[in-house]
């Protein structure tokens, strides 16, 4: 997998809340290599409880003095940054980065991902030693993203590249039967037909119109096998209910 | 801006912190509407202090008794849900559903996105009041994100497909009437159980399962006011033509 090559790296992280939740975070997208440069609080118990299960990252988290020695052997360094100052940097959104570090990690780079302090982010200096700028896309009046919350979008748009890269879909299929032929769907119709007709309920409205509709209706929904011998069967009671109270009793 | 359209119901949010984390993630998208269903702790501190400036958010959310108050003005209701069950709802991936979420908001659609609680989920009975399920592409292995964590994925999702929608003139519409509410497809399921037992289709098979299938059908099907309106017309000319025909004539 291309994403061992992408490492997430959080810079004097004050809260250790964060750096639990942002290992979970990371955990549910399939990331595993977390660097953590002059964290305020670690270990700590708060972060074991936040990180829900992920303590398995937490353990194997590599601590470090400076960002420099995170990011030392990496070939393509992305910081995460809200605010453009006046550093003119690469700046693209989460998607585009995801689609560039994935892109870098498959040939064998290593890529790190680079997330600032809570409360002012990164330093100037830090941006320095960045390649590109991620900038999620937030509303001007309410930009502040909570951190592990920046590294669950990060974390999300790697999955979703690396799950296109590799041609799985990122959703299961979920139909549990296979679906019912147009023959059956074409015999489903007739007996609609019949069904309604023997109600009485093409009295008063026309049947070509009636049937249109509700050809519309079945179709959208596209009934598998299971749910058309359902159908079928409602149908048939229905039939039955009718005729054989018609019948002297 | 259509976004507005869109609201976020939480559904027996266990821990407060939660709410305002989750409020929290929604303003910084763009989002706004905020219902909690049966919320365990709501108002409180943790929620205020964790939405980190986003009160507004939690000062205007609706709380109600039962998702079906939450949702009973929405003609697209998309449950999130990690794990496939037997339900055969249309299942999309948070790109997609935000596409189509905007999409039907654009229109003037009510748009509701569901979040259960953090240990269950959502339930089966919650699922079937869905049109559509969201699952966020996490690995097999490690799938459960954090509740905020999830709100944030999915807001994420909203504001850059609405940010790639803005300038764009129009968005392909589809239906020519409005889709009937939840509130009224709520009266046809009832209505259509009503038939189903006149007819005495339930004397060999368990109502609860046949309900839930004829549920996925029509949710997937997702009528529209017309189209109910002869539904409804089918069901009550069926239950006269079995009830006079039972009457001594």
Redesign the interface.
């Known amino acids: 997998m291309s994403v061992e090559n992408i490492r997430i790296v959080l810079v004097n992280t004050t809260h250790p809340g964060n750096i639990g939740?942002a290992a979970?975070?990371m955990?549910?997208?399939?990331l595993s290599s977390l660097y953590l440069v002059d964290p305020v609080d670690f270990p700590s118990g708060e972060a074991r409880a936040l990180s829900?299960?992920?303590t398995d990252l937490l353990e194997s988290a590599v601590v470090t003095q400076t960002l420099e020695e995170a990011i030392a052997d990496c070939e393509l360094v992305i910081g995460a940054s809200a605010r453009v100052r006046g550093i003119s940097l690469e700046l693209t959104?989460?998607?585009d980065t995801a689609q560039v570090a994935v892109s870098e990690a498959s040939t064998g780079r290593k890529v790190a991902l680079v997330f600032g302090r809570e409360d002012r982010g990164l330093t100037n200096e830090e941006l320095r030693l960045c390649h590109r700028q991620v900038h999620?896309?937030?509303?001007a009046e309410?930009?502040?993203?909570?951190l592990?919350?920046s590294v669950?979008?990060l974390a999300?748009e790697l999955?979703?590249t690396s799950?296109s890269h590799e041609g799985e879909a990122?959703?299961?299929e979920?139909?549990?039967y296979e679906l019912a032929s147009s023959e059956q769907m074409e015999s489903f119709y007739t007996h609609l037909r019949d069904m309604?007709n023997?109600?009485?309920?093409f009295k008063s409205c026309n049947p070509e119109k009636?049937m249109a509709?509700?050809r519309?209706?079945?179709g959208?929904?596209?009934?598998?096998r299971?749910?058309y011998n359902?159908?079928r069967?409602?149908l048939t009671?229905?039939q039955?209910?009718?005729k054989n109270?018609?019948k002297p009793s």
Do not use: W
Request: net charge positive; glycine share 6%; hydrophobic share 45%.
């Open positions: 939740s979970r975070a955990k549910t997208m399939g829900s299960g992920a959104d989460p998607r999620i896309p937030s509303v309410f930009s502040s993203l909570n592990a919350a669950q979008v999300y999955r979703m799950l990122s959703v299961p979920v139909r549990e309604l023997d109600v009485g309920f009636i509709k509700l519309r209706i079945y959208r929904s596209r009934l598998d299971m749910e359902i159908m069967g409602i009671e229905t039955a209910a009718v109270l018609r």
